[in-house]
């Protein structure tokens, strides 16, 4: 049991370049969301789904695309990757009215 | 608006000494609170949530109603529990988790 296992850890892009963040987990949550955390700012939530084909946008979406085809998956992909979006990127998974498992972070950087 | 405030970025205590990291929520329902913490370069841990009313590692938090508030508590702190604290809710019948902006505890020798 894995859990919540996000991928790559560090990542350093280019401006305007697209890249994917995956997440999967095997806890058979239905529901998972995008995180991104920032000085001074906490965590905030990028988009989220609660279950297979159901995905919406959370507080910060702008650049930022999601789906979810299967339960175990949710992969974050960045359009046309700006500076502003250099962060750490934390994926989670509940089952509803649970306890909220976050994977381990990836570490984003656009230069 | 639902939101959690955080009023200090950062604490500074000696070891031993009682902790206290603040949270107040604004919220017209009930909302479920919890506490998370991240160490150094570690995914975010759940620490504590209010419905479960349990103590870990030391720390306890109650929610208050009437002060709107879900404070963080421990009487004696230690180096370990050197971290950044993050207070959340979750609004009734979903799993949207709102955060706080965090704050980080630092605990010296």
């Known amino acids: 049991n894995a859990g919540v296992t996000q991928t790559p850890k560090f990542q350093v892009l280019k401006t305007g370049q697209s890249m994917t963040l995956q997440c999967a987990q095997d806890?058979?949550?239905?529901?998972m969301s995008w995180y991104r955390q920032d000085p001074g700012m906490g965590l905030r939530l990028i988009h989220y789904s609660v279950g297979a084909g159901i995905t919406d946008q959370g507080e910060v979406p702008n650049g930022y695309n999601v789906s979810r085809s299967t339960t175990e998956d949710f992969p974050l992909r960045l359009l046309s990757a700006a500076p502003s979006q250099t962060s750490v990127y934390f994926c989670?998974?509940?089952?509803?009215?649970?306890?909220?498992?976050f994977g381990e972070g990836s570490w984003l950087t656009v230069v | 608006a639902q939101r959690v405030t955080q009023p200090e970025k950062l604490l500074s205590v000696f070891k031993g000494a009682p902790v206290e990291l603040k949270c107040n929520y604004s919220y017209s329902g009930s909302p479920e609170l919890f506490w998370y913490v991240q160490y150094s370069r570690q995914r975010l841990q759940l620490l504590l949530r209010h419905i479960s009313r349990e103590s870990i590692k030391g720390f306890t938090a109650d929610l208050n109603k009437g002060e709107t508030s879900f404070h963080l508590k421990k009487p004696f702190a230690q180096e370990e529990d050197s971290a950044m604290y993050y207070c959340?809710?979750?609004?009734?019948?979903?799993?949207?988790?709102?955060f706080g902006t965090g704050t980080r505890l630092q605990v010296f020798p």
């Open positions: 989670a998974s509940s089952q509803t009215g649970n306890t909220i498992y």
């Open positions: 959340a809710f979750i609004s009734y019948n979903t799993d949207k988790l709102i």
């Open positions: 806890m058979n949550h239905e529901y």
